[in-house]
C-alpha cells in the first residue's frame, strides 16, 4: 500500500458518496457533488503523477487505477440519467466505450501486447469530467445559457470517447498477430 494506490482507493470510496449527493434533490447536495466529482477527478491526476515521480507504479495500481476511473465516470453518468439530465443513449456510448476498450486491453495482455493510454485517450477523459461536473452543477444552478455551454463539452467529449474507442482497437489490430487472438484463420473469412 501507497499514497498514489490511497489515492486511487479514496476514489472508489468517493463513488457511493457522489450517487447519494447527486440523485439528491436539494442544491446544496449539489454543490457537495460537484465537489466530491472534482476531488476525485484530482486523485485521478495525482496518483499516477505521484506514482511515477515517486517511482511507486505496481501492479495492483495499475489494475485499480482505470477501474476507479470507470466507476467514476459510470456513476456519475447513471446518477445524471436517473435525474433526467443526460440521454440514456449518450450514457450507453460512453460506457459502452469504456468496457470494450478495457476487454481490449485484457486481451491484448493475454496475447503479450500493451495498448497504452493514448493522448487522445486522456483528452478523452479530462473532456468526460469537465462535462460531468458541468452538468452536475446545472443541476443544481442552471445559470443562463450555461445549458448551451454543458451541452457543447457534453458532445466534445462524446465524439472524443468514440475517436478513442476505435484509435484503441486500431492500435490493437496493427500490433496484434491476429493468429493469436483467434485461432484458425478460416475464422477473420
Do not use: C
Amino acid at each position: 500500500m501507497n499514497l498514489p494506490i490511497g489515492l486511487t482507493l479514496t476514489r472508489i470510496v468517493a463513488v457511493p458518496l457522489l450517487i447519494v449527493f447527486l440523485i439528491s434533490s436539494s442544491r446544496v447536495h449539489a454543490v457537495i457533488a460537484a465537489a466530491i466529482f472534482i476531488l476525485a477527478a484530482i486523485t485521478d491526476w495525482a496518483d499516477g503523477m505521484l506514482a511515477r515521480r515517486r517511482n511507486q507504479v505496481t501492479t495492483l495500481g495499475t489494475l485499480l487505477d482505470p477501474i476507479a476511473d470507470k466507476l467514476l465516470v459510470a456513476a456519475a453518468l447513471v446518477s445524471l440519467l436517473a435525474i433526467d439530465k443526460i440521454d440514456a443513449w449518450i450514457v450507453v456510448v460512453i460506457v459502452g466505450r469504456e468496457l470494450a476498450v478495457t476487454g481490449l486491453r485484457a486481451v491484448a495482455a493475454s496475447i503479450g501486447t500493451i495498448v497504452p493510454a493514448s493522448r487522445l485517450a486522456k483528452w478523452k477523459t479530462v473532456s468526460q469530467y469537465i462535462a460531468i461536473t458541468m452538468l452536475i452543477v446545472e443541476k443544481g444552478f442552471a445559470p443562463p445559457g450555461f445549458h448551451v455551454a454543458a451541452t457543447a463539452v457534453l458532445w466534445a467529449a462524446l465524439v472524443l470517447t468514440v475517436f478513442s474507442a476505435v484509435d484503441y482497437f486500431y492500435r490493437f489490430f496493427r500490433k496484434a498477430d491476429y493468429r493469436a487472438i483467434v485461432p484458425g484463420e478460416d475464422r477473420w473469412s
